[in-house]
């Protein structure tokens, strides 16, 4: 399984080349991230993707994380804030759209998820929307190693700050984890050549029948 090799390739770089990610590769993992599973399919985050040399120096400043300034480029995952109806409308939109199907045939479906997801605090929502972009991040680790392109999730940032930066305030999103992209600089980075710390698989998991 050509995956697993490409597991045991990836590390969480800690030092980036100049090198720089091509676009069409970014697309592909963009493309991956997007394809990810989430709770009711409502994909509660949006992605937000930097090349800028200066903005990247500025979203480090005070980060013990130089992969921010240093990766090719920087993607940032921003869980929404809060549900609100109206992203539930625009869910129930696309699906419509996409599926060629009546709104009114979703309304079942519609009033299910809004029971569920209107009812809980927006602190609940924004814990929950996080879990959904994590899933995110784990697909970008996965679509980035399949192309051989090096990455580190982080979430060591300042979030207020990015938010800040971002311009995400006023717009119900709140970065919640960061996943840098590059190519490894091997020569300095100590950990490129440093053997995968993993527990035994019959430790990790159990099989019970
Ligand atoms: C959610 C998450 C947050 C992380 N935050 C950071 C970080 O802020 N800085 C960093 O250098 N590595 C970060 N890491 C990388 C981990 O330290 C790394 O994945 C772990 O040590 C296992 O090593 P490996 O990914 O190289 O196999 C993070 C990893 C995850 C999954």
């Not at 963009?30 to 500025?58: D, F, H, M, T």
């Not at 995952?77 to 609100?84: D, E, H």
């Not at 029971?115 to 970008?140: E, H």
Request: proline share 2%; with cysteine; net charge negative.
């Amino acid at each position: 399984m050509k995956l697993i090799e490409d597991l045991k390739w990836r590390y969480a770089t800690k030092k980036f080349s100049n090198k720089r990610v091509e676009e069409g590769d970014l697309e592909k993992i963009i493309e991956a991230i997007n394809l990810s599973a989430s709770s009711v399919g409502i994909q509660p985050y949006r992605l937000v993707i930097i090349e800028s040399p200066c903005l990247k120096k500025n979203l480090a400043e005070g980060s013990f994380n130089s992969q921010i300034a240093e990766a090719s480029h920087l993607l940032v995952f921003a869980a929404f804030a809060s549900i609100r109806k109206e992203d539930i409308d625009d869910y129930i939109g696309l699906m419509s759209e996409t599926r060629d199907t009546p709104i009114e045939d979703l309304a079942d479906f519609k009033n299910s998820i809004s029971t569920y997801l209107l009812a809980r605090t927006d602190s609940d929502n924004f814990i929950w929307s996080t879990k959904q972009a994590y899933i995110g991040l784990g697909t970008g680790l996965i679509a980035a190693a399949d192309l051989k392109i090096d990455a580190t999730p982080m979430e060591g940032f300042d979030a207020a700050k990015f938010d800040k930066l971002l311009g995400l305030e006023g717009k119900n999103l709140k970065s919640v984890v960061l996943l840098a992209l590059g190519y490894r600089d091997e020569h300095n980075d100590g950990l490129a050549k440093l053997k995968k710390v993993r527990i035994p698989k019959q430790e990790f998991a159990t099989m019970v029948n």
